[in-house]
């Protein structure tokens, strides 16, 4: 009944293949691909003296440094509205159980929040994205869709926005997210704002929710993809200031009681070095910025030249191409969904990545999610280089991936053969 | 809706009653109160580098180690057999998600089983626990409580034994286990063996359900108890080998894929050290246990002294007294509640404990738990002490806490005041 996480379970199938012999270019896994940030190694060395559980929000250390942190981007927080998590996927899952209702979903969204919402029993309301940027429903469909949800005996509670975007790689913009506020508030819905690539915007800010739906408005992130700390596991979510914000954070730390007891002690210390953003951190996290932006800007080039329609990227690590245009070539070759394309390009050119259909989109959609952050390096060393590059997309270990990834698609997109079934 | 966990409760209202300048006498948490074992801040300084995901269920080392470490304790294991988690609470959760069903518990029971079975919507089946010893069900009640849930229209899927046991300190004779085992297996239950306390039996080894049940049956444990690690949130589970425990590790590694990923990987370096069972290592569980068991035998003693009913101390850091024998003298002082008793404790002598409805037992119980673990030692050098001491309980930080204790329990208990009310 229950599946395995697409994005994990692709993670673990690439290692396996690998083991197997195969070189595999890894566009799978939104793992972040570069080093540890400077001095976090030592924050976690000095905290072993941290054995015991703690409070289930978080050390006042760290829930004062977070307050900080969001408070010097312009949304004024106090410690009382923070609770850490061992990432943010556990705190969305709480946050779904802590709030009630049915699950208002952007389709394409990240794999996880409709599989959480089946575990709690939810029925998910899926709402397509605008043309222009994903992470956030269409505003127009969502309004016809809650409607529709009335009637059907659905009741939502609850709609989950992703700003930036994963799959999509994209930022709402300011006036759309305005838009779709607007209808969850006339709703009477509470909007959970995933923001864990916020700081990975490549041309600077983001619109958050938050701006527009305060009261009503739950922003999760972590440092598993701003600073790569996705094997700490560091999550950490602001709840609202305001009466509802009160009660939901206190239903957020029940639920927590109960699921996770609290962020590992020296785990939150890491947290409260780097939400202090010190300059070495905030120097690390720029770097990787300009690295995500290169590679997922030149990769989205080359998406275009084989043929497909793409988003240009506009924050993270990721792209989501769209292969209709060449429907009928594909077709030829056995490919009509987006799990065929994603195996032929696993199959017959080693190359990982995940069909839309992982994100929610009907499986005829020729779609498919790529992660450009496993491109940086396979070690450490190689990883550090790609950071400091002038140029990492020429890096001898990155070109040569771009060279392959290239040909495959041509390969696949190119009318070059015969159609004798057409 | 949703309750904080008592036992994470207590400990948060005890530092807020500190902070205000109590001098606070904590016995309401189950935090093993030793310090963090030799070698292993070594091992979580070195494992920085570890910053990606990993697979979900652990690193192939980690799940080596503790297939390792329960076929050294004799039950053969095979490292796909396991899966680590961040602290034994969230396996917990993630088992009942995954093999559905109502859940069956034994009464008195730690906290959180009921608050998870609630969460998931899974009604709860609570049967007492036999005289002697607690952690699971009184067969003969349970064989009754199985058919009348039938009739009520519950539907039992799964029973949680706790062996040894939280809140009792006490460890089911193999005859007790035996016995309920064989009555899940005619209802077609499975079982969850809490085994988190099983290093800790003051006299050796202790008796599974697995050995009677061994294909239905998962056990979860962690290392916050046995090396005093809750703040690093330790927790493996292994799964039943044959068909249906490969399939459930199945489903169990889908549910963590979607609700935490996997452990932290610094922790899962630390897990798969600690599992290794270096010699520093097994030397400071040993020294632990026997500190655990003479502070345990020694707060026993007292209590009995002033006229508590309590099961002898067996395993782990607790004792779950029970002053019905007091409570015509309790009544004449307003106390009629186990959460009178618990309040008075702590509001006229500062003496922190749980009252016993916190483990499921009707408030009319005069029932407490007590953690004798933070009498330890306030600090590292204390508690280090503590671990090393020939005579523990003459320590000057814990006589004058024993002394206090004593002299609390005796002005409630002690049958010197008239009672115009009798």
Not at 17 to 37: C, K
Request: net charge neutral; with cysteine; glycine share 10%.
């Amino acid at each position: 009944m229950t599946t395995h996480s697409a994005t994990l379970a692709i993670d673990e199938a690439v290692h396996a293949r690998r083991e197997a012999g195969h070189d595999v270019l890894h566009l799978g896994f939104g793992e972040a691909g570069v080093p540890v940030a400077p001095g976090l190694a030592e924050v976690l060395a000095d905290a072993h003296l941290r054995n015991g559980y703690g409070p289930v929000a978080g050390s006042s250390q760290a829930r004062a440094a977070a307050a900080g942190w969001f408070t010097r981007r312009g949304l004024p927080t106090e410690p009382g509205q923070i609770l850490f998590a061992p990432g943010s996927k556990p705190l969305l899952f709480a946050l779904l159980a802590a709030i009630g209702g049915d699950v208002v979903l952007p389709c394409p969204s990240w794999v996880s929040y409709a599989a959480q919402a089946a575990l709690l029993g939810r029925r998910v309301v899926s709402v397509p994205i605008p043309a222009e940027a994903g992470g956030i429903p269409d505003p127009e469909p969502l309004e016809q869709a809650l409607r529709q949800a009335g009637a059907d005996g659905a009741r939502p509670g609850v709609l989950v926005l992703t700003v930036p975007d994963n799959p999509t790689g994209t930022v709402a913009p300011a006036e759309q997210v305005e838009a779709v506020c607007a209808v969850a508030e006339r709703h009477g819905l509470a909007v959970i704002s995933d923001e864990i690539y916020a700081e990975l915007g490549h041309r600077g800010t983001v619109c958050s929710p938050v701006q527009h739906l305060g009261e009503r408005t739950v922003v999760t992130t972590g440092l598993s993809k701003s600073l790569a700390l996705g094997g700490w596991r560091i999550g950490f979510a602001r709840t609202p200031a305001g009466r509802w914000g009160r009660h939901l954070q206190q239903e957020l730390t029940g639920v927590a009681s109960e699921i996770w007891s609290s962020l590992a002690a020296p785990m939150q210390a890491v947290a409260a070095r780097a939400l202090s953003d010190p300059p070495e951190v905030t120097a690390h996290i720029a770097a990787a910025r300009r690295l995500h932006a290169r590679l997922a800007t030149e990769v989205h080039t080359r998406l275009l030249s084989a043929g497909a329609q793409c988003r240009p990227p506009q924050a993270g690590f990721y792209l989501y191409p769209d292969f209709a245009p060449a429907r009928e070539v594909l077709r030829a070759q056995g490919i009509t969904t987006g799990t065929d394309l994603a195996t032929a390009l696993l199959d017959r050119h080693d190359i990982a990545t995940l069909p839309g259909s992982a994100f929610g989109e009907p499986d005829t959609a020729l779609t498919l999610r790529l992660a450009t952050s496993l491109l940086y390096g396979a070690t450490p060393r190689q990883r550090h280089m790609a950071l400091t590059a002038e140029e990492p997309q020429a890096l001898p270990w990155i070109a040569p991936a771009l060279t392959r990834l290239s040909a495959a698609l041509v390969e696949l997109t190119a009318d070059r053969h015969h159609h004798p079934h057409r």
